[in-house]
């Protein structure tokens, strides 16, 4: 089956934000720069986020309610396909990931095939961020789980930043897991089970310059044990086979 | 439904007893304790058809919030035009 050879102008990015004033303005002038298009999803911010968006002369839908990055994310992927996109590209708006590195997300999906691309900050000699020993093991425990599901070495399956393409976009928009580490980890497992070709690429990822983390660290404990117990349990979201998926992307096409 | 059988079955708990005594002798527990497992298994029920359905009505906030943020863009896009 003819695979989709993704271009800049296919791609759509999305910059989940919740209270980013001080660093949304810099981020989406960056993406802006590099020639891509976004949308910022403004997660129902109290400060000044959308109004420091629409001075930039940027494109944010605001939530009514708070819902968090998987919410927000889930949004942006309808809000792509409504608007004809083939694949998205998830990006922080902490200015933690590196817009400059949005081609090699693309390259490394047209290289190798891929459904989903995921930015490992552990695969690059750039990556300046401290982890605390516990998050490194906890993230090393989830990296494993991730992999055996995947079918692929996987070092970083909590990693927010990743591209996403057809049909698995699409299926992706329809279920997501919206809660903490469902929109990262979860999101792995359910599309390596469903047979999608997922692999990763180096990123430089950074410490976050302002704003804070969405969860603390007794809420990251609570939703790691919650994540591990859906993944062992088969709990988690369901979405439809890749084979079935592509066909009917494909049908859809010829029957234009 | 649930609720209401939970009452009966609390309020109205003694009359059964005699029913019960069956149960509890075969079990090897007290009659009393029979009736309060079965309040407790009704509520346990209870309590999980009401996470479904809060589950059920989560879903549909969430969506219902994508599309009031979807519809609100159309709309300042419209004005705009």
Known sequence: MKSLMLSKQDVLVIVPAFNEQESITQVITDIASCGYKYVVIDDCSVDKTRRRVIEAKGEVLTLPINGGVGAALRCGFRYAIDHGYKAVIQCDADGQHPVGHFDNLIDAMNEMNADLVVGSRFESDLTSMSLSAPRRAAMYLLARIASRYVKQPISDATSGFRIIKSPLLESFAKSFPTYYLGDTFEALVVAGKANYKIVQTPAPIVDRQTGRPSSSNSDSVRQIAKVLLVTILGLHTKIPNATDSRRLLFSEKESY | ?81
């Open chain 2, 1 to 81: 439904m649930g609720w209401t059988a939970l009452s009966v079955l609390t309020f109205f708990g003694a009359l059964v007893v005699p029913f019960i005594e069956p149960i509890s002798e075969f079990l090897r527990i007290g009659p009393f304790a029979v009736v309060g497992a079965m309040c407790l298994f009704v509520l346990l029920s209870i309590c999980i058809q009401l996470s479904i359905s809060i589950s059920g009505m989560q879903r549909q906030i969430s969506k219902l919030n994508e599309d009031s943020a979807m519809l609100r863009n159309m709309i300042e896009k419209f004005d705009v035009k």
